[in-house]
């Protein structure tokens, strides 16, 4: 069978639509429809019904959806693990969210390197559903998130606690709203409402900073990264504004026993606890 065909069935069971699946494969939706009939022909049952709602599982697609998700993971699986690079024994897939990498994930890396010289590395970057549904199918072994969702058999554990603290540049209007997550959004708004319908949001951290140190403004930024910024006199601390807290979580498969991949999570955990110097 073709794996298209096992991935595009996956895509419309998450998006429950045919419309937002070929939007989201960038395909037409007479190509979509074509790949699902494709299935169903060879299945010889029928896998969704479909109406103007969207598109529902029938009790044979509901049966398919372990299958389909087992003949996903095997070849992309395989496609990291049966390549391997001479001289490895096993294969280690880690991911993380963008605005991680800087220094946390990539001094994790780097710690992986020195003490799995058996092992080759694979790194992948993303949004946080995304990496965690690769963790979920299997291709990913771990990965790093500020937003964890809760799946079957994924584990999620806690790292480290960051702090959201406000700063401002010399000038400091506006007010910028940066998109911190659900759990930032309450937290913001209990303390200033009204306030997050701003002239000025962005919903990437690292881009909202960049704004401030080029122009002007205030806002919510993580502290560790804004450190060095408010020493070189660059930002600096809002008096008596309220600090928000802001969990890393690692996630993992609960079941996995591979000694790779519990030595990866243990050069995870000591990656996090040492004093990185945020940049």
Known sequence: MDIDLAKTFLDIVRSGSLIATAERLHLTQTAVTAR??????????????????????TPEGERFVSYATQIVQLWENAKFDVPLPEAKATAVAVGGELALWSPLLLNWVVNLRSTQDASAIQVATGEASHLIDLVHRGVLDITVVYRPEYLPGLKIEQLLEEKLVMVSAALPDPYIYVDWGPAYEKQHDSAFPGRRRAELSIDFGLLALEYLLQHS???????????????????????NAPEFTYPIFAVYRDSDTSDAVHQALDSLRVTARQNVVWR
Do not use: D, H, M
């Open 36 to 57: 699902v009939k494709s299935l169903e022909s060879q299945l010889e049952c029928q896998l969704f019904i479909r109406n103007r709602a969207g598109a529902s599982l």
């Open 217 to 239: 403004g205030t806002g919510y930024f993580r502290a560790r990264v804004v450190q060095r910024y408010i020493e070189e006199k660059k930002l600096y601390l809002v008096p």
